[in-house]
């Protein structure tokens, strides 16, 4: 069993993960499971930081292995921007790290966004449960993988208008 490390896991999946990973033994060279990143602020400047971040943090372990999970989301903002470079700089600068990314995971955020409409209901909504993604991250970061480095969890993909009609029924 690998040596699992839960950099900074925040949030419903950082729970998640904690509750379902493997206790860590200290027998080998660890895995870093890296969910640092805030995604609720989209400024540059907050986001550029995150980046700046995950580059020093990759610099101290070039020669660990380093989940990182990301997004394939495909909105212009500085969040899309700065998490796609990350997964870059990792790519190049280490031999043994994997990126992870993920649809968008039904929680509290994206549930309450639909409810009040902050977010507009717009064509298809990729999602996963948390329960579910937290699962496919553990068994990337347990098992060994070679020259595949870059992994998408599938979600279950369903109209956002027919998501909004789910959450405000009454």
Known sequence: MRDIVLCNGRGQLGSALS?????????????????????LKKEQSIQQDCYNKFVKFVDQHKNDEIVFISTYSEKDNSYTYY????????????????????????????????????????????????EDAAKEISLIAQNHHNQNRVFRIQGETVLAKLATQLLTFK
């Open 19 to 39: 509750n379902i990973l493997p206790v860590n033994k200290n027998i080998g060279q660890p895995v870093y499971i890296y969910h640092t990143w805030n995604f």
């Open 83 to 130: 998490k796609q470079l990350a997964e870059s700089y990792l790519l190049v600068h280490t031999k043994l790290s994997k990126v992870v990314k993920l649809p968008i995971i039904i929680g509290n955020g994206i549930c309450r966004d639909l409810k009040t409409g902050k977010n507009e209901p717009y064509g298809l909504l990729e999602l996963i449960s948390v």
